[in-house]
């Protein structure tokens, strides 16, 4: 596509549920990131994949979180039992397979847990 | 590991005054540098970026940084600053090899007053 893209834009959810999270990056980029961004707060990296594989998924921040990728193009990031500090902007982004190339962002998913 | 830290959290300048916002980083190695820039309800979008070369690089809307290794700096500035500034920026690396990750600080947001 022309950008990444992001869905939902929005997700309010009631704490305790589950939610999955879409990114779809720029088509032939390889790198693909997950960041999030609390009110307040800097970018928190969250996994990093190359192609399908995750090299770094340190910043995951408890086993509530998961992320796959599938075809080296589409991503979701899984939250099990929501809880409330989950609330954020969830950030995804890619880049092409070339060293020292920018990542492009999307627009992100807003998501608050209640 | 690298990291990065962006010096104040809020920066408020007069419309037409100097921007400068810091940047510094540490990494064992000269990483790749960039400078993204977040609008209000929006994603990011990059201003300008360092790989190699010349160390003072100039990037969109008038904005210029400049490398300097003594110092591990990547300082953001603009002549002259406008309205539409009003964002919030972030400073990132990337390491030279080895990997694509992006390390983002945690952000400066800049207030232009009238």
């Not at chain 1, 549920?17 to 999030?36: N, Q």
């Not at chain 1, 075809?71 to 500090?85: H, K």
């Not at chain 2, 990011?44 to 690089?57: I, P």
Request: hydrophobic share 35%.
């Amino acid at each position: 596509g022309a950008g990444v893209s992001q869905s939902p834009s929005n997700k309010v959810t009631e704490k305790g549920k589950d939610v999955e999270l879409r990114c779809d990056p720029i088509s032939g980029h390889t790198a693909l990131y997950w960041y999030r961004q609390s009110l307040g707060q800097g970018l928190e990296f969250l996994i990093y994949f190359q192609g399908n594989s995750a090299p770094d998924k340190s910043g995951l921040p408890s086993d509530r979180f998961s992320a796959e990728r599938t075809g080296g193009s589409v991503s979701t990031l899984t939250i099990q039992r929501t809880q409330q500090e989950d609330s954020a902007v969830y950030l995804c982004a890619s880049s092409s397979q070339t060293v020292n190339t920018e990542a492009f962002f999307g627009q992100g998913t807003r998501l608050t847990v209640v | 590991a690298q990291s990065v830290t962006q010096l104040g959290s809020h920066v408020s300048v007069s419309e037409g005054a100097l921007v400068l916002l810091r940047c510094n980083y540490s990494s064992s190695v000269p990483p790749y540098l960039f400078w993204y820039v977040q609008y209000p309800n929006q994603g990011l979008q990059l201003l300008l970026k360092y790989t190699t070369g010349a160390t003072l690089v100039k990037g969109i809307n008038g904005f210029e940084a400049e490398f300097k290794k003594s110092e591990t700096s990547f300082h953001l500035t603009k002549p002259s600053a406008h309205m539409s500034d009003a964002a919030e920026y972030f400073c990132a690396v990337m390491p030279p090899s080895g990997g694509f990750k992006t390390i983002f600080g945690a952000g400066t947001r800049l207030f232009v007053k009238a």
